[in-house]
């Protein structure tokens, strides 16, 4: 499966950014999908994940500010992230899970797209 990530860009601290997530097919029955960053020299982290039914996990660094969703019909994941920090900025890629759980390890990778957020 393929996967299109868009809504990446510049954004002061405390401001919001939507990050969406396109899949080439249909497979919302099947898999989970996540959001994972990677910032300059470090290594790639996940950020948040959400079964095929719905269930929501979240990195402690972003609990109460970052929301995933999904919306099954557009084929579309999507992360909402509120009050951003300089520390958010990062290189964000959505995935495909194997199975419905982030547990199970990424079948696909989105391109990334790039969040910046100046202080």
């Known amino acids: 499966v393929q996967l299109q990530a868009s809504g990446g860009g510049l954004v002061q601290a405390g401001g919001s950014l939507r990050l969406s997530c396109v899949a080439s097919?249909?497979?919302?029955?099947?898999?989970?999908m996540g959001w994972y960053r990677q910032a300059p020299g470090e290594p790639r982290e996940r950020v948040a994940s959400i079964t095929s039914g719905g269930l929501t996990n979240y990195a402690d660094s972003v609990k109460g500010r970052f929301t995933i969703s999904r919306d099954n019909a557009k084929k579309t994941v999507y992360l909402q992230m509120n009050s951003l920090k300089p520390e958010d900025t990062a290189v964000y890629y959505c995935a495909a899970y194997r199975g419905s759980h982030y547990y199970t390890g990424v079948n696909s990778w989105g391109q990334g797209t790039l969040v910046t957020v100046s202080s």
């Open positions: 097919r249909s497979i919302f029955g099947i898999n989970g």
